[in-house]
């Protein structure tokens, strides 16, 4: 992030930070895409189902942000991660994203 994107407008003028919201949907994507490559997803769909993640400290731009995941247990269609989020090598964010895996019917029309 370069710190020019519009949503720095107003978040906050004069010293903008990354919003959380942005960061958590950053976590909850790296996720899937690990569970996606680990059970090949291909005929799956998913949705997140919670979030629970703290902010550790301001991400002011300019700024590369490293997210990493971890499998924490599965119960049936429900995979559980432990999510972090690094600028540099200080942690920004971390805490919990639990996703669903849903199976796609083959027959029904993607949207």
Not at 26 to 49: D, I, N, P, Y
Not at 59 to 82: N, Q
């Amino acid at each position: 992030m370069s710190g020019d994107e519009d949503f720095f407008r107003g978040h906050f003028p004069g010293e903008p930070i990354v919003p959380g919201v942005l960061i958590t949907e950053a976590l909850a994507q790296t996720a899937g895409l690990h569970l996606l490559s680990r059970e090949g997803g291909g005929s799956h769909g998913g949705m997140l189902v919670q979030s629970e993640v703290r902010f550790r400290k301001p991400v002011h731009p300019p700024a590369m942000i490293s997210l990493r995941v971890t499998d924490d247990g599965s119960l049936g269609s429900l995979h559980r991660f432990e999510v972090r989020a690094f600028v540099r090598e200080t942690l920004v964010a971390d805490g919990t994203i639990v996703l669903a895996v849903i199976a796609r019917d083959s027959d029904a029309p993607e949207q």
